[in-house]
């Protein structure tokens, strides 16, 4: 595997449930983002994490709990969600210090919940 | 805060033709990098160009090239020679960096469709 992963690339669940979203960066960066990307609105950045800490959290919910064990991996972990959350899930990840500043995504997750 | 307009939600060119997307943004910093992605139907996002505000130099990668007016807080996107692989959603973005941690303001998008 190349780049940026995401699994699984399509998820529909109930508003009761638990699932959680995966993502695996190949390229050796030391930063990973969550975006949220609605249809006619920008690209929503939800959570950041530099070094394996998490640095920003654009006031999401807390039915969204992100994971970050490690420089490699992020989850998305997500538990009673609402109809308007379904959206296009993004991940990227990018080397911030010495890097060229270009953030590589993965091709997202299209999450639907009924 | 930084906000970034992309004020043509859709936008056709003939297939070899030129287009030109638009893209303002707004911001009280004096160094910073713009870019543009693009996002074809297949979904991964990949980076088109990248502009670094202290050069004055517009970039050029092949037949896709800037117009940055960085007074005018403008930073077009030219496609050259349209080919029917050009359709997608293209993004501008703005990045930041705030305590050492960069973030990325994106646009609402501009749909590129290329007619045969």
């Known amino acids: 595997e190349t780049g940026v992963t995401q699994t699984p690339r399509h998820l529909v669940m109930g508003m009761t449930n638990k699932k959680s979203l995966k993502c695996e960066q190949h390229l050796g960066h030391n930063a990973m983002y969550w975006y949220k990307q609605s249809a006619k609105k920008p690209l929503e950045l939800m959570f950041v994490?530099?070094?394996?800490?998490?640095?920003e959290n654009n006031s999401v919910p807390s039915r969204f709990s992100p994971e970050c064990p490690n420089s490699s991996h992020l989850f998305l972990h997500l538990h009673t969600l609402q109809p308007e959350d379904s959206a296009l899930y993004l991940c990227?990840?990018?080397?911030?210090?010495?890097?060229?500043?270009?953030?590589?995504f993965g091709p997202g997750t299209r999450l639907t919940v009924t | 805060a930084q906000t970034v307009t992309q004020s043509q939600p859709e936008m056709s060119v003939q297939e070899a033709e030129t287009v030109t997307l638009s893209c303002t943004y707004d911001?009280?910093?004096?160094?910073?990098?713009l870019f543009w992605y693009k996002q074809p139907p297949s979904r991964q996002m990949i980076l088109v160009i990248r502009?670094?505000?202290?050069?004055?130099q517009n970039a050029t990668e092949n037949r896709f090239s800037v117009n940055f007016q960085k007074a005018a807080k403008s930073f077009s996107l030219k496609i050259s020679d349209s080919q029917l692989g050009d359709a997608a959603m293209y993004f501008c973005?703005?990045?930041?960096?705030?305590?050492?941690?960069?973030?990325?303001?994106f646009g609402t998008g501009t749909r590129l469709t290329i007619i045969p």
């Open positions: 994490y530099s070094l394996e800490e998490r640095v």
């Open positions: 502009q670094e505000a202290y050069k004055q």
């Open positions: 973005a703005y990045r930041s960096e705030d305590f050492g941690n960069e973030k990325l303001t």
């Open positions: 911001t009280s910093e004096s160094d910073y990098y």
């Open positions: 990227a990840s990018s080397q911030q210090t010495g890097g060229s500043y270009e953030q590589y």
